[in-house]
């Protein structure tokens, strides 16, 4: 399993589809930054620029696009006709795939450090006054919190979508709209249980005080997911050769 984690990392520099990631995650902080700068009687911070940029990662950007890059990754062993070759060896199609889910939260873990890194930048840019040893650890944990339970909410997706040749793109659209229905679940005490919103309550993002956070609810719901989705990776490619 090591190994093929290993393999999977260098698979990832021959893929220009991780540029596409990157502008995505930076797209959402400079969005994030303007709507802060064109909202009348607005204080400009770097906490403000901060939720500002995570609302727009899990409702807008990262769900789409951890789709993108991590189905994209599943999809080039079947274009690149070497799926049927990984699997003479004794390499399992559940291996294979469990593999690349792995790296792709590695992934996650550098779009967290890259998030945090460009939103303190613009921050200062911005002329934040606010920036301190505080906002920041709490910018970190909220970034970190927001991006895992979004890359678990959209694994049932990723594993669904990539299990036939290039149809991993409806799974791609399928997650936009998957992550823009949280807009609208997040003013309501369904935030607790909508997995893309289950981040928010997690990491105790700002909110109205109408609103009642469950934070143990909301990890029950990331845990089932999770849980389910080994299960349904397990059960979708039971056949060795199911390809």
């Given at each position: 399993?090591i190994r093929?984690?290993?393999?999977?990392?260098l698979?990832?520099?021959?893929?220009?589809?991780?540029?596409?990631?990157i502008v995505?995650?930076l797209?959402?902080?400079?969005l994030?930054?303007?709507?802060?700068?064109g909202?009348n009687?607005s204080?400009i911070?770097?906490?403000?620029l901060?939720?500002?940029?995570?609302w727009?990662?899990?409702?807008l950007?990262?769900?789409?696009?951890?789709?993108?890059?991590?189905?994209?990754?599943?999809?080039?062993?079947y274009?690149?006709?070497t799926?049927?070759?990984?699997?003479?060896?004794p390499?399992s199609?559940?291996?294979?795939?469990?593999?690349k889910?792995?790296?792709?939260?590695g992934l996650?873990?550098?779009?967290?450090?890259?998030?945090?890194i460009?939103?303190?930048?613009?921050?200062k840019?911005?002329?934040?006054?606010?920036i301190?040893?505080?906002s920041?650890?709490?910018?970190?944990?909220?970034?970190?919190?927001?991006?895992?339970?979004?890359?678990?909410?959209?694994?049932?997706v990723?594993?669904i979508?990539?299990?036939?040749?290039?149809?991993?793109?409806?799974g791609v659209?399928?997650?936009?709209?998957?992550?823009?229905?949280?807009?609208?679940l997040?003013?309501?005490?369904?935030?607790?249980?909508y997995?893309?919103t289950?981040g928010?309550?997690?990491?105790n993002?700002?909110?109205?005080?109408?609103?009642?956070?469950?934070?143990?609810?909301s990890?029950?719901?990331?845990i089932?997911?999770?849980i389910g989705?080994?299960?349904?990776?397990?059960?979708?490619n039971?056949?060795?050769?199911?390809i």
């Open positions: 399993m093929l984690i290993k393999t999977e990392f698979k990832y520099k021959r893929y220009n589809i991780l540029w596409l990631g995505s995650v797209f959402s902080i400079i994030a930054a303007f709507q802060l700068a909202t009687n204080i911070s770097y906490t403000g901060s939720e500002g940029a995570i727009n990662h899990f409702s950007f990262l769900p789409f696009t951890f789709t993108l890059v991590v189905g994209y990754s599943i999809n080039r062993e274009t690149d006709l799926l049927k070759n990984i699997l003479v060896v390499v199609k559940f291996r294979l795939i469990l593999s889910i792995v790296v792709g939260y996650v873990i550098l779009e967290w450090i890259f998030s945090f460009v939103t303190l930048i613009i921050a840019a911005m002329g934040c006054t606010d301190n040893l505080q920041c650890v709490i910018s970190l944990k909220q970034l970190f919190v927001v991006s895992t339970c979004c890359y678990i909410a959209i694994l049932p990723i594993v979508a990539t299990r036939k040749q290039d149809k991993f793109l409806s659209i399928f997650s936009f709209f998957y992550g823009f229905c949280g807009i609208f997040a003013d309501g005490n369904l935030i607790n249980v997995p893309m289950t928010l309550v997690l990491s993002y700002a909110h109205d005080e109408k609103i009642v956070y469950s934070p143990l609810l990890i029950s719901v990331i089932i997911i999770f989705t080994l299960i349904l990776l397990k059960v979708l039971r056949k060795r050769n199911d």
